[in-house]
């Protein structure tokens, strides 16, 4: 496990349920401390990392990480709204197998945040083509492919297709990409204290300085699309030159951050009804009101994968094992 990296995934969940709760920072400043872009760059990393000594089966493991729970929280967000009216524009029953099957469209998903997992299937899906191909260079068959839908949504060919897989954060993969190739060949020179020192100051000054918007010189918004992979690849030299950061909460809140990311809009609409039913102000008015909520979401996340999510992987995980193991005796008893 690379522990600064699962440190980064519950900074990215943080961010995006930070975002969630509408409260602004210095400068009217709505930001997710690009959470979702960190999530962008770290997948486009893993999935070259976890291929390169052993691709059996990638496609079926990535599905099974991501799908079930995905599932889940969509029904349970379907079922929720139908029944309370938490929403003036309710889904329709057509638009719960347009977001289970992560099928491009103009509407958000069912659950809104499936928008990003949308593209995260279109990357898996890339990805285990080009590993079928050749499983050396399935980063760089994959970058292709990628780089060539946009060039076709650039000259206006393939429709709304290519416009929709031609999103400006599709490229955060690519830079996951080019990050695993740079700290493949560059983390045997990049060691020591001085190294990991610089790397740890980077991620205090991108994710500090998120709170002094008003005072960012015009550079540093020029180069704000650098910063999700100048902050994964602080996190991964900074790993590689002796300083994980392997504090056990820190490492459950990234091991949760899939959970946490899938349910903390759906533990929002209902928090809102409490809120409401109190007379209490909403959490973008209210700085107190807005912590207690992403603390309550983050604890209600943990929850959802110790009790949830584990068990529930868990159990395919199994149920798959003892159907793998059925197919190979009935083949060794035909033979």
């Known amino acids: 496990m690379l522990f600064n990296l699962q440190l980064l995934r519950g900074f990215a969940a943080l961010g995006v349920v930070f975002y969630h709760t509408d409260f602004r920072l210095a400068g009217d400043w709505h930001t997710d401390f690009s959470g979702v872009a960190i999530f962008f760059v770290i997948s486009g990393f893993i999935m070259c990392f976890i291929t390169r000594d052993d691709a059996d089966g990638f496609l079926a493991k990535r599905f099974i990480r991501i799908v079930p729970m995905y599932w889940l929280c969509t029904l349970v967000r379907f079922g929720l709204v139908k029944l309370s009216g938490w929403s003036t524009n309710p889904p329709l029953a057509t638009d719960l197998p347009r977001s289970l099957l992560f099928l491009p469209s103009e509407q958000l998903p069912i659950l809104g945040v499936g928008w990003t997992l949308n593209f995260e299937v279109y990357f898996y899906l890339v990805f285990g083509v080009a590993l079928w191909i050749n499983r050396r260079l399935a980063p760089l068959i994959t970058a292709v492919f990628?780089?060539?839908?946009?060039?076709?949504?650039?000259?206006?060919?393939?429709?709304?297709?290519?416009?929709?897989?031609?999103?400006?954060?599709?490229?955060?993969?690519?830079?996951?990409?080019?990050?695993?190739?740079?700290?493949?060949?560059?983390?045997?020179?990049?060691?020591?204290?001085?190294?990991?020192?610089?790397?740890?100051?980077?991620?205090?000054?991108?994710?500090?300085?998120?709170?002094?918007?008003?005072?960012?010189?015009?550079?540093?918004?020029?180069?704000?699309?650098?910063?999700?992979?100048?902050?994964?690849?602080?996190?991964?030299?900074?790993?590689?030159?002796?300083?994980?950061?392997?504090?056990?909460?820190?490492?459950?809140?990234?091991?949760?951050?899939?959970?946490?990311?899938?349910?903390?809009?759906?533990?929002?609409?209902?928090?809102r009804v409490s809120l409401q039913a109190l007379h209490l102000p909403p959490p973008n008015e209210s700085v107190t009101v807005m912590l207690l909520e992403v603390m309550a979401a983050t604890l209600v996340g943990i929850a959802v994968h110790l009790y949830v999510e584990k068990p529930l992987l868990r159990k395919i995980r199994q149920l798959l094992g003892r159907r793998r193991k059925t197919s190979e005796q009935v083949v060794l008893e035909s033979r």
């Open 146 to 271: 990628i780089y060539a839908m946009f060039a076709l949504d650039q000259h206006g060919y393939g429709g709304f297709l290519t416009h929709y897989y031609s999103h400006d954060y599709i490229h955060y993969f690519l830079a996951g990409i080019a990050l695993f190739y740079l700290w493949t060949f560059g983390s045997a020179m990049l060691r020591g204290w001085p190294v990991a020192a610089m790397c740890a100051a980077g991620l205090v000054f991108f994710f500090g300085f998120q709170f002094a918007r008003p005072l960012w010189p015009d550079w540093m918004l020029a180069c704000y699309w650098w910063f999700p992979p100048l902050v994964v690849a602080c996190a991964l030299f900074m790993e590689s030159s002796g300083a994980p950061i392997t504090w056990r909460p820190v490492v459950l809140l990234g091991d949760a951050s899939y959970s946490l990311y899938l349910t903390h809009t759906i533990f929002f609409g209902i928090a």
